[in-house]
């Protein structure tokens, strides 16, 4: 932390900020500036945002912090990148680009399962599909709940591709765990910490979107959130920030990518379907991701768009998602990955 | 809804989606335009989000919108405003202008105790301090939890005043409705659509605050989850957007206040120390408020800002909660309002 | 300055760093921490920002600016308010709360004149119209060009009231200087630095509006071009900036007041109208202005707003704005200020 | 235009609002709703929004426009992609994939010639470099002027490489269109209107960034205005749009890209070193940008970062931008575009 003082500001103020910082465990060290001091704070980190509130203290213009609040979400306590195991051979953060995909919602056996053979055909890796709908109207169509839970795994066992599935309630984490390969963390829930501190105990991989108003470091401050109770798979996921823009849903922040790239370890996924909101969209931000360096996409993609119940205008149909992956697998070649097919 | 079709879409295009149209149960309402043609789909509007899906149909441009997606929430339900009753000869909405105030977080029976004791006598007519805190942090202070919750039920007992604390984890629902009075939905968890609507099913006042990236119209959406479960006593507060600017912690939305007016029966609260994040600037947003026609405030007041665990900058020191409430007395009044004291 | 080091940097880096702070006429001064180090570059502030370019040495995190960039905006260089003087008896920033009002752009003699005439009527000190218009399209009405400042200049000598209107192309800025007693700067010229350095060579007063994505420091750094070219009757105005939020044209940054108030000597005026886009939210907006503590207001004022060529939404009719005025004199004057009629 | 009726106006408020759709010279459609109705405007486009100040007519709600405001820019009236021609067999816009490259600021000959002949040995096509600098502080250097204009001349016939530069002021239209090959209009100045309308009468090419908060329908009509005044040679470029994120300097709003592919037949390139502001995320954001299908790309390369005048940070070092350039072929050639060298 560095405490900027105020022009003019008193000897007696200054020597009482370098009074409460010894307080506070930390060691002070003066900068005798030309029109004001500066104080640096000097110590270990945790805990450290006490200090901020020496910004109430007479003479104190502002304090400004240094370092990253976050740890074991950072390469300095892992410099390697982290590759998340999913199942035997498929793990996300590796060489391999892994693409998600499935339908926003699920709405019956034969879409669920109709959709699963497709895009395994058409080379995803996994399944995505929600049974709770976190829905910003209470008279929409809110998931199937446990009954899409149970078509999820049936599509599973139909096509061997592991599941994604959101959790949105701290009630129902068990329950979702025992179908989830994955367990997912919708933008609404990347600061609904109740959620997080549960699906820290769990031993299984936790997708975390992204919020639309969370700054990275927040973003990585929710991840440490889940690896600080013990649980250390997690993976992030890009999915649009909230800006003035409204040609598309959200904006994707591709530069999220390198950004996390540099700070973190953990992988990073892009979901190119939410982040537009619009299907002749998301081809092209798909490519974008894997240049950029993610390591993997989540696609919304369903057999008939115009009937789906939720996200309808952003879902691929299977031909265009079929599509989509055989120009991808030349971008991810060139990003230095490999893709299944 | 109005669906716009594409320049030189052709006429099996429109056909298709007149048919759609109607099996969706609406009526078709085709306008002929110079370039192009727009449909507007006539009915009930309970499911209408069905219709964004025809976006994916062959010939359609976009998908517009018209109507408000909120019933219960809204003036046409009910124009009259609606005044909350906390306690008998207390109501927020009504013709007394209310401050809630309080720490950010409860610490210890001396602080809540002196703390509540200032307020009072200062004129407010709340008590405000949190026991659960949304941190975003781990390595953070995360509240007293029950210990807290009684610590301000010790502080009622002193002072007569009601007490408003948050709530974070549907688990615990049951647990802080046995000790608060109202119970706050903080703005992490506007869209904690499993919160609210546990929430909805109690008998209890909900103080709902906007997400620091819901819009309007979206956060009034959110309050329509907890009203369609069942509970009417929903007020709403105004707490700072995220926005590109830095100087402040958030950005006040004050405007919000007349566009809630206008759409909503229900209160409409200000919480100037969130949104703003450093305690001089919060007395000029409180009669801002009031001039603009709020119900009430939030303020966040601590007997020693400087050694706070949570929010030391933002909050007023006792003293300088007095000189706000004396002035702010004459600015509500000349907005209509009384206040205690 | 702060330039923070990267963990495990090597004394080689550090040493160059401070090589490099000597170089550019600064002292370095290294606190040594617990994971890393960072360096202070002590110095006059003038041409600073080229320490910002050390980021690319090797070794290097950021750097991080400590200091205001701005001189002659800043309270440290006056403490005292500025009130500028317009006309004999009429200054903005002092005793008296000033409200300018007028149409969008000046559209014909009969209205400007009968507009001038009633906002006199109703308490307004200034009259405004645009003659050059800023339009988002090249196919709207572009104003009336000096015809219109011709119009203004009658309306003031029918009322006596003096005029404010835009100039947004510097070879202009001579021609409105011979019919404006303030000249307007909008929103989208904030950072037109050749217009703003050709009005700093002027001995007349300037109104200087918030560009809709310029933090309140680039503000500031726009009102230090005009200042530190020699004209010190620089008045700032905060007309809202551009956030997610659709329900208003843009989001009226009301803590944009005191956070000015608190950096700089200038007066701070209120635009409502463009702020809110719809008449129906102008008159709250104005009384939270006179509350948060602002110097005055630009209220937008047309005799039939059904037909205006622009803004007609966000237009008061005489009657309104008459209304207005009444209330916000209360308000006025409870903030301190005083008001004509 | 729609215009959604207030529920429950009255047959009167229809009907005048019938009358002025005709008085404005368009055809009115009335479609009765359940709740309300809603009344379609039909008719020629141009001079449209002044049927938006009907939303001052009693018993309206709001008026909601359909259709796009821009003609010359869009696909309907010119389907082909446009390719620029800046110097024989060198086009913007068509098969080839286009990098133009240079420092930040012309500082000396020294510089730029380096510079120049560094980015052509790697591939560049063109050569970027200010001659006029648009800073925020009044104190940064603000570019050599027509000095700098000269040294590109230089540098230009040494290489033999194209050269776009700035222009920031009318009066210096005709003075930079005497050296440059492209004219640049900067981020501050893509509402500069009167700027916009002089560069509409040159027989040049105009790169047009896009402005911080701009959205891509009003940076479709900042091109609109050079293209109605006749310069129908516009090359886009989008370059980093403000949020809340500060990670980096701005957020690059990749999506833009095929959004106005879709919309607009001018050629799109990405500026990915302003977007970011720091030298190690531009090369994953160039790869992005030839992946999402941009024409071509604007990238800060010095020779000596740490030295520079401005933007050092974002600055790629000589051998970093050969190593960038060495990838990204191959990701241009697999999103079927060719690239020189």
Redesign the interface.
């Known amino acids: 932390m ?1 405490i ?1 003082m105020q ?1 003019g500001a008193s000897q007696e103020a200054l020597a009482e900020v370098e009074k ?1 910082i010894v307080e506070l465990g930390y060691q002070p ?1 003066v ?6 001091n ?1 104080v ?1 704070a ?6 450290k ?2 200090l ?6 007479p003479g104190v213009e502002r ?2 912090p ?2 990253k ?2 740890k074991l979400a950072s390469r ?1 306590v892992q410099p390697q990148p982290s590759a998340i195991e999913i199942a035997p051979g498929l793990a996300i953060g590796g060489k391999e680009f892994i693409v998600v995909a499935g339908p926003c919602a699920v709405e019956s056996r034969e879409q669920i399962c109709e959709t699963a053979v497709a895009v395994k055909k058409s080379g995803a890796r996994l399944l995505r599909g929600g049974a709770y709908k ?7 169509f809110q998931g199937m709940e446990e009954d899409g839970l149970k078509l999820l795994a049936e599509a599973r066992e139909l096509t061997g591709l592991p599941i994604v599935t959101e959790v ?4 129902d984490v068990e329950l979702v765990a025992k179908y989830a390969d994955i367990m997912q963390v919708g933008a ?2 990347t ?4 959620l997080l ?1 549960m699906l820290g105990q769990l031993d299984k991989p936790i997708l975390l979107k992204r ?3 969370v ?4 973003f990585l ?1 929710s991840a ?2 889940i690896l ?2 013990g649980n250390r798979k997690v993976i992030l996921c890009e999915r649009g ?8 849903r959200n ?9 996390l790239k ?1 700070h973190t370890h953990l992988p990073v996924m892009i979901d190119p379907s939410h ?2 909101g ?4 998301v081809a ?2 798909c ?7 993610a390591d993997g996409l989540l696609v919304e993609v369903h057999p008939c ?6 996200d ?2 952003q ?1 691929l149909r299977p031909a265009e998602f079929q599509e989509m992956m055989d ?1 991808l697998r ?2 991810a070649q ?2 230095g990955r490999e893709m299944a097919g």
Chains 1, 2, 3, 4 share one sequence.
């Open positions: 560095i900027v022009k409460k060290h900068i005798h500036g030309e029109t004001r500066v640096g000097v110590g270990d980190e945790r805990g945002e006490k901020q509130a020496l910004e109430s203290l304090v400004v240094i370092l609040p976050y300095e976190p829905r910003t109207s209470p008279y929409s949105v309630n701290p009630r609404r829930n600061q609904n910490f109740a501190k919020g639309m108003a700054t990275i470091q927040e401050m440490e959130y600080s109770e920030i909230r800006t003035f823009e409204t040609a598309t904006t994707l922040d591709i530069s999220a990518v390198p950004v540099q982040a537009t619009h299907a002749h969209l092209p931000m490519y974008a991701a894997a240049a950029a360096g768009p115009e009937k789906a119940t939720s309808g205008p879902s120009k030349a971008f060139v990003a």
